[in-house]
């Protein structure tokens, strides 16, 4: 069974310090999502990254993806308060057409 | 350029009652996938319609169907509620089938009583 993973589940960090979420999939994949998720609302889609080694960046927020390890990290640069919310990655399989979500990390950055 | 619009937005059922959700995609998408979320878990993949043909599903039972019509536009079909269906019913739309990010709707939030 297809599994993601991400960790971690929670997280609280100060403004300004660096940070790093994982995820980790338990299938052959080149393609992973991350989105964002603020309370009560739905999905904004973050990055798209559609190849090993794929990096892409956003403000604060950097995505990369290593299909040999199935690992895809989310990388946060001096958090801003702006950034609280819980964050997904997902995972695509070309071969039977699903998307599978992690389990999310619920992010709380503290001014 | 519209985005993607659920209706309705909060609905009540009991169980055994069948439901039907709504989505019109965003301008140019002609897929659209359906995910069911449970409160505080991420969305789990119901199925996925391309060009009106469903073309993935995940591990939902056979009382989950949809429908997309030649618009794009779709509909999820719940059959014999159970309470366990409880959950925000989220529709995404996209330009093609996994290359492209998904644009989500606000969700319709099912309760059955």
């Known amino acids: 069974e297809l599994k993601v993973e991400q960790n971690p589940l929670f997280l609280s960090m100060q403004e300004g310090k660096n940070y790093t979420i994982y995820c980790n999939y338990s299938t052959t994949s080149d393609r992973l999502y991350w989105y964002r998720q603020d309370p009560g609302k739905s999905l904004e889609s973050l990055f798209v990254l559609l190849s090993n080694g794929a990096v892409k960046q956003e403000g604060r927020l950097m995505a990369s993806l290593d299909t040999k390890a199935r690992l895809s990290t989310l990388h946060i640069t001096a958090a801003v308060h702006d950034l609280s919310a819980t964050y997904f990655c997902?995972?695509?399989?070309?071969?039977?057409?699903?998307?599978?979500f992690g389990t999310g990390t619920r992010l709380k950055v503290l001014a | 350029e519209t985005g993607v619009t659920q209706s309705p937005t909060h609905l009540i059922k009991t169980r055994g009652q069948q439901v039907t959700l709504r989505c019109s995609s965003q301008?140019?998408?002609?897929?659209v996938s359906w995910y069911q979320q449970a409160l505080g878990q991420g969305p789990q993949f119901i199925f996925q319609?391309?060009?009106?043909?469903?073309?993935g599903r995940g591990n939902f039972p056979p009382r989950f169907s949809g429908l997309q019509f030649p618009n794009y536009s779709s509909e999820l079909n719940v059959n014999a509620l159970e309470l366990d269906d409880s959950a925000l019913y989220l529709c995404?739309?996209?330009?093609?089938?996994?290359?492209?990010?998904?644009?989500f709707g606000d969700g319709t939030r099912l309760s059955i009583l």
């Open positions: 997902a995972v695509f399989t070309s071969g039977t057409y699903k998307y599978i």
């Open positions: 995404a739309s996209s330009l093609e089938p996994g290359n492209q990010p998904q644009h």
């Open positions: 301008s140019g998408h002609n897929t």
């Open positions: 319609y391309y060009r009106e043909e469903e073309n």
